[in-house]
């Protein structure tokens, strides 16, 4: 069953975290091209490995499959898609979480990450220090967003079940019916056996 004010919701919905992975990977490629030119320009950096980027860039595409998936389980309202879009949805944002508590109540994250030859995670580390408090709302806001739309997916499938089973039950009270008025309400009777009489004989008088 199509739902278009639901679907439109839960695409544009999506059409958030497009953005938010194409804004990562142009973020990683801006990164990579500044790091290509420290390369060039520095022989001891040819050795380090910017796993840095590469984990951005890695963030971004996975964030563009996932709304690619939405995008396309929103439009055909497939179960299967549907399950599979709730399911990924749920470990990132609970990843993200993690995350988040890790960063919160560790005071050496730091620590437990190898060493960043780029030195982009300083910068980034210093700009969330400086704009904590909208930091903090964009955080909020994302972990808003993947709660609704993992809760529109719920709906949508639910509503799309619902509205199988109603099918199967009135296409299966309609065959009832059917074969129903196939068959009178009562047997009739079977058919009264028909008997010829032969005529009667006049008696002879009585002398």
Known sequence: MKHPLLQRFLKALNCFMGAAGIATIMYSIWMAIVWHKDVESSSSLWSKTPWFIYVFMSLGVILCLITCIGHFAAESANGCFLSFHIVVM???????????????????????????????????????????????????????????????????????????????IIGNDLEYVSNMEKYPLIDPLPPMPYYMASPMRENPPIS
């Open 90 to 168: 749920f470990l990132l944002m609970l990843l993200e979480i993690m995350i988040a508590l890790d960063i919160g109540l560790n005071s050496d994250w730091k620590d437990d990450l190898p060493d960043d030859p780029t030195g982009r995670l300083e910068d980034l580390e210093d700009f969330v220090d400086e704009n904590k408090a909208t930091c903090k709302w964009i955080g909020l806001l994302i972990i808003i967003i993947q709660g609704l739309i993992i809760m529109l997916s719920v709906v949508l499938k639910t509503l799309r079940t619902e509205r199988r089973i109603n099918r199967s």
